[in-house]
């Protein structure tokens, strides 16, 4: 019997998730949530993108997500800006009887240490009322800080660091939100952006690096965290919009877990908007992007990850990694014993059923 889902948001990761929620036939979708007036009352089929009618059209009211019953959620509405509007939303599925996974609210990935226990309280109530289980991930934070650099730790006799690092170039990403508000692109050096404001970053990532050291075992003393931005030469448009001479087009930032004063986990980005900036920093395995995991010890490693989709760029391949991510693990998160899961808890998520032969 399919495993009935409900989705919530159609953005950028959202759309991608929809689409596997409607052709995967282990799924029965029951209804889609939407933040924006305009797409309210057009078919599942067309928000996805697909030349299909599901016969499910979007809805801007969360009651009526919950009247249908689904067993489960994917929850993809912002979470970046509206964090305690996707707490409680998750919490009231989760009361209501609806597993939740998702992309937000990502302070949910590995929340112990990294925001007050009276928020994971309410969370893991909810979860308790509701005989429901969470699991937020993501691609990072999400599987290349915890599953990629999980299975390469598991070989090493010692381990003194593991590094993380995103290298992108993202002209292509059309999220504006996220660009302009969240990490700052276009805007003068003397306005700090929203994720540059003091300790949001060590927020924001602590919950992957809280992870590998629970998964390492290991205590982290301290997180601390670094950020360099880098002005645009000259003026240009990007997807999501335009950049000023002057305004921020590229940044590089560093969190790290710090165990008796030594950097044990740490997680990098270096984002680009124009691939000839800064070429003193990291660069990736592949033109765009790619994600690098390193680990020194006994034996160290080098892991480059480089997506690459048939339907778009590197940005968007890693968009239906986070996408696949969440939605491959549905049927274990509804077997989950009830609370707030992680990587840590859930199976090895195998793509299994998944196979399709070359066309």
């Not at 003393?221 to 590229?250: L, M």
């Not at 890693?318 to 899961?341: C, F, L």
Request: net charge negative; proline share 8%; aromatic share 6%.
């Amino acid at each position: 019997m399919p495993i009935r889902v409900a989705h919530i948001g159609t953005g950028n990761v959202g759309r991608l998730a929809l689409i596997e929620l409607i052709t995967n036939p282990q799924f029965e979708l029951t209804g889609v949530w939407v933040a924006t007036a305009g797409k309210v009352g057009k078919d599942a089929g067309e928000l996805a993108g697909l030349d299909v009618v599901t016969g499910i059209t979007a809805t801007g009211d969360l009651d009526e997500i919950l009247a249908a019953r689904p067993d489960c959620a994917v929850y993809c509405a912002m979470g970046d800006t509206r964090l305690p509007e996707a707490m409680a939303d998750c919490r009231r599925l989760l009361a209501h009887g609806v597993n939740v996974v998702g992309s937000a609210p990502g302070v949910l990935q590995y929340p112990w240490q990294v925001v007050p226990d009276k928020y994971i309280d309410r969370v893991e109530e909810a979860a308790r009322e509701g005989n429901t289980s969470l699991f937020i991930s993501g691609v990072d934070p999400g599987f290349v800080n915890d599953l990629i650099p999980f299975a390469f730790a598991g070989t090493c006799r010692t381990v003194e660091q593991i590094r993380c690092t995103e290298i992108a170039d993202y002209a292509t990403y059309d999220g504006s939100t996220v660009m302009f508000d969240v990490m700052g692109f276009g805007k003068p050096p003397e306005e700090i952006p929203m994720l540059l404001q003091p300790g949001v970053l060590s927020i924001a990532w602590g919950t992957a690096i809280r992870q590998l050291a629970a998964g390492l075992g290991i205590t982290v003393d301290e997180i601390t965290d670094t950020a360099v931005r880098e002005p645009a030469p000259a003026a240009f448009d990007v997807a999501a919009g335009h950049i000023p001479e002057g305004g921020t087009a590229a940044v590089r930032f560093e969190i790290r877990g710090m165990v008796q004063g030594h950097p044990a986990i740490v997680i990098e980005h270096v984002t680009r908007l124009r691939a000839e900036l800064r070429p003193d920093w990291p660069q990736p395995a592949q033109p765009g992007g790619s994600y690098r995991v390193e680990i020194t010890g006994e034996p160290s490693y080098t892991v480059d990850i480089c997506p690459t989709s048939r339907h778009g760029d590197h940005n968007h391949a890693a968009i239906a990694a986070a996408a696949g991510r969440i939605v491959n693990a549905i049927p274990a998160v509804v077997a989950a014993a009830p609370g707030i899961r992680t990587t840590l808890d859930l199976p090895l998520i195998t793509g299994r059923g998944l196979y399709s032969p070359p066309r």
